[in-house]
Structures are given as structure tokens and as C-alpha cells.
């Protein structure tokens, strides 16, 4: 299905075609492992995720290439101060983001390289960029050598930021301006430090990659020298993605990539968020307390491209969105068909199923899918109750399984999903203690007062069930069922 995508190299929405038709060469920048994600990290981390399964819903075949940055100045740093060496520290935390990733019911990538198994390619690049004149070295301690890129020589350099060169911010990520040629250059490979305590044999003497070339060299080693899609956040567009198109076009003599995506930024405010949030929220406490299936919701409630105001409204929008899709699923797995005529419902169904595709195709519009599917949801509770076809719970059913595999907002098991969801309603209103048997307890008095009509012992159990903010819901086959407020 023909896609659009708005191409930030060219600053326009475009139609997205793929080198090898229906095959999509797609890397996303991933994390950098020295401690646990944020819900900032998990934002571009379910972006990514989101194009992965759309582009595989709309019936491409995706390679999908998503790093964990494993060498890095933050990392060393806090293994030196464990005391233990950066590998193991960087190790523990590439497991710990993994776990994070399950939470948020991500797809697994292709492949998930690390720089630490690709430095062969990286010194091999850098090695190229040397060769056709981009790289130049400077002499420094022991006979070892710092690496430079040249940054004036790349006659396209800004064409991804749009950012001219003689208004650079200088000296990012550079130790040392003393022997650059220019001060945009910036650094290939640095030479190692007797502290950092994990460094690699090179031409030019032990030392460790700069950060740009890391995401170049694993590109061309598991996508090839051109790719068609390559992913980060807003703040990766300079000068990370500005020196990988540098970088790679400069050693491969090629274009890098034809369409770059980037997602906005959670925007937290400047005061701090109420309750037990505060303004830095790992994804790991999010988690315990209201699931990565609301963290999800919220992450993907508005388009990648727009800002995201982390609020509590925003969290009690994503876990009433949940709720209400898992509640459906609940109702649909449990729906038993009626022999009646809704032809014309099934059609309204197949003709929704085609308007979610649609919104996909359009720059992937998650909200925009998920109004129509709302509205499938909106038409399958009225129907309900006066009966459905085999063949309508047949389109619902397809309509769930796109939804599914396009955004991963729909899981296989909607009990599990809601006793989490009522948990989530506990924390998010601060009610506290362990009140689940009392609120049982006092729900099956309710329903023996009611049945004997002891309205006086209802009201009693209604104001402390208030009390305990629990809405209660009276179902038209008789049960009970309740949620916190």
C-alpha cells in the first residue's frame, strides 16, 4: 500500500518508496546503556516500534536495525565508579532496556547490534574516510592518534539540519580544539585514557569510536550502503544524523539515506508534575505503577511528529483509552452470534478496516486510526445488544487484529489488562492499602441489601465504597463489576 511520509531531509510529505519494492531498509538510533530508560527514551523507542509493525501491516517486509549504544563516555564512568568493567556495566543495562521494551509490547528488531561487536567496520570506515581525504589524523600522547573529520570537504554538510556551516555550535562532543583543522570538525576516534578501562587496537593505537561513526558503520553492515528509512528523535537531527549522512556518503561515494523521520520531543513543562510523578520518570516506576500497556497509549495518543505534554490528564486519558478498548475485546471474545441481517454493519466494518490503513499510510497517524477504531468499538456495544452475525464478529475481529499488529495497543488477554488497569485508577488517585477483599466483601452485601431491599445498609456500603474511590458498575446480566475512580 503506498505510503506517505514527510521527509525531514526535504521538509515535505512524500510517497515512500523503498529501494527493493515491498522491502523496507529501516535503522532507528537506540539507546545508549548506562542506566535505565526514561519515558523520554521510551517515546522514539515505540515510535520506531510503531513504524516496524505498520510498515508490516500495510504488507512490507522490514528490516529493522535498532543499536544499543555500549561505549560511551557515561558508561565508563559509571563502571569506574561500580567498579567493575564497562562491558559488564553496559551489559546489565542493555538487559534491563530489553525487559523495558517487552513492557511496552514492542516487536523485536531484526537485529540489535552493539558498537562493541562492530568496532571492526567502524575502524574499516574510518579507515575509508582517511582514504578519500575526509579523515585526517593528529599526533597526541604515546604514540597514538586522534582522528578528525573534515568537516568543509563534505560540500552537502547541513542538508539534513539546515544549518550553515559557518554557524555551527563548535566543539561538540570534541575534547580538544588545539589541531583541528576546522572548528566544525569533529571526532572520527579518540585515543584511550589509562582510566577509562576498555579501548581497542587500531591503526592509530588504542582507543574507542567518536559517536557519530558507530551508527554508520552498523548501517552499512546489516542494511548496506544506501537504506530507506532511518529514525531518531528531533534532537538526533544535528549533529548526530548530519555527521552519519557526512560520514557515510563520504566513505561509501553513495547516498546514505532517501527519507529520515523524527519524533517530537515529551514536553514535561517547567513545573513539576503533581502527585508522586515528578519531572524524570523512569520507565521501570511508570511501569509498577500503571503498566507499560497506559504508557504505550499515551506515548502513541497524538502524531510523532507533534509535542507530547506529559500531564496526569494525559494519563488518565491513556488508561480510560485502555480500559475502554480492553473492556470491547473482553465483550468480543465473549459475543455469541445471532442469526440476523447486519450486512450493511459488516460492510461499515470492511469499509473502516480500509479508512485504518489509510491513516497508516499517512505518515503513520495512529490517532487518526484510532478514532475509527473507536468508532468500531462505539458500534459493536450498541449492536450487541440486539445481536450480531457471524460474519460482523468475523470483520471486528480482522479490524482488531490490524490494530493489533500495526500499533500493539490491543493484547491478547483484556482481564489481565484490566485488573491492571484498576490498579493503575488506585495509584493515579492515591487511594492506599491493600482494599481489593474489602471492597469484594462489601460489593456482595450490597448485593444481598438490594435483594432484600435494605436500603439503609446499601447507602452505608455506597459512601464507604466512595470512600474507598470505587465506581461500581451494575451489568445488564446481573454481575457487579468496579474500578477505582
Given at each position: 500500500m503506498e505510503i506517505k511520509l514527510f521527509n525531514n531531509l526535504t521538509r515535505q510529505k512524500e510517497t515512500f518508496k523503498p529501494i527493493s519494492p515491498n522491502e523496507v531498509k529501516f535503522y532507528s538510533c537506540g539507546p545508549t546503556t548506562y542506566n535505565f530508560l526514561h519515558v523520554g527514551n521510551a517515546r522514539a523507542a515505540v515510535v520506531a516500534d510503531l513504524f516496524h509493525r505498520s510498515l508490516k501491516a500495510l504488507g512490507y517486509n522490514v528490516k529493522f536495525v535498532r543499536n544499543f549504544t555500549d561505549v560511551d563516555d557515561k558508561i565508563l564512568e559509571a563502571a569506574r565508579v561500580r567498579g567493575i568493567h564497562p562491558k559488564e556495566h553496559a551489559d546489565e543495562f542493555i538487559r534491563e532496556c530489553l525487559v523495558d521494551y517487552d513492557y511496552l509490547g514492542m516487536l523485536p528488531a531484526s537485529v540489535m547490534p552493539t558498537v562493541s561487536e562492530t568496532m571492526p567496520e567502524i575502524i574499516s570506515m574510518i579507515e575509508d574516510l582517511i582514504k578519500n581525504g575526509y579523515g585526517y589524523t593528529v599526533p597526541k600522547e604515546n604514540e597514538s592518534f586522534e582522528v578528525l573529520y573534515n568537516v568543509p570537504m563534505f560540500k552537502d554538510y547541513g542538508k539534513l539540519s539546515k544549518v550553515q556551516l559557518d554557524s555551527l555550535q563548535h566543539g561538540i562532543r570534541v575534547e580538544s580544539d588545539a589541531n583541528k583543522k576546522n572548528p566544525s570538525d569533529f571526532v572520527l576516534w579518540k585515543p584511550a585514557k589509562p582510566e577509562e578501562g576498555w579501548s581497542w587496537d587500531s591503526p592509530w593505537g588504542k582507543g574507542r569510536p567518536g559517536w557519530h561513526i558507530e551508527c554508520s558503520a552498523m548501517a552499512k553492515k546489516h542494511l548496506g550502503k544506501t537504506i530507506d528509512l532511518h529514525h531518531g528523535g528531533v534532537d538526533l537531527i544535528f549533529p548526530h544524523h548530519e555527521n552519519e549522512i557526512a560520514q557515510s556518503?563520504?566513505?561509501?561515494?553513495?547516498?546514505?539515506?532517501?527519507?529520515?523521520?523524527?519524533?517530537?520531543?515529551?514536553?514535561?513543562?517547567?513545573?513539576?508534575?503533581?502527585?508522586?510523578?515528578?519531572?524524570?520518570?523512569?520507565?521501570?516506576?511508570?511501569?509498577?505503577?500503571?503498566?507499560?500497556?497506559v504508557l504505550r497509549q499515551i506515548l502513541l495518543s497524538v502524531h510523532y511528529r507533534s509535542k507530547l505534554d506529559w500531564t496526569d490528564e494525559a494519563i488518565t486519558k491513556g488508561i480510560g483509552e485502555v480500559e475502554r478498548i480492553h473492556e470491547f475485546t473482553a465483550s468480543l471474545e465473549a459475543v455469541k452470534p445471532q442469526a440476523v441481517n447486519d450486512a450493511n454493519e459488516v460492510e461499515k466494518v470492511n469499509k473502516s478496516i480500509e479508512a485504518i490503513k489509510n491513516e497508516l499510510a499517512n505518515d503513520f497517524n495512529v490517532p487518526g486510526a484510532l478514532g475509527v477504531f473507536f468508532g468500531v468499538i462505539k458500534d459493536f456495544n450498541r449492536l450487541e445488544k440486539l445481536g450480531v452475525s457471524s460474519d460482523y464478529i468475523k470483520a471486528v475481529n480482522a479490524c482488531v487484529e490490524l490494530v493489533k499488529l500495526a500499533t500493539g495497543l490491543v493484547h491478547d488477554n483484556p482481564k489481565k489488562i484490566l485488573a491492571e488497569i484498576n490498579l493503575a485508577r488506585k495509584n493515579l488517585t492515591g487511594v492506599s492499602g491493600n482494599n481489593e477483599a474489602e471492597i469484594e466483601k462489601l460489593l456482595v452485601e450490597r448485593t444481598q441489601a438490594r435483594a432484600t431491599k435494605n436500603w439503609g445498609r446499601s447507602d452505608e456500603i455506597r459512601n464507604r465504597l466512595t470512600e474507598l474511590g470505587v465506581v461500581v458498575k451494575d451489568n445488564p446480566d446481573g454481575s457487579v463489576t468496579w474500578s477505582y475512580k
Open positions: 556518503e563520504a566513505a561509501n561515494g553513495c547516498p546514505f539515506c532517501h527519507n529520515w523521520a523524527h519524533n517530537e520531543f515529551l514536553n514535561f513543562g517547567s513545573e513539576k508534575m503533581s502527585k508522586s510523578l515528578g519531572n524524570v520518570v523512569t520507565i521501570r516506576d511508570f511501569v509498577k505503577n500503571y503498566s507499560g500497556h
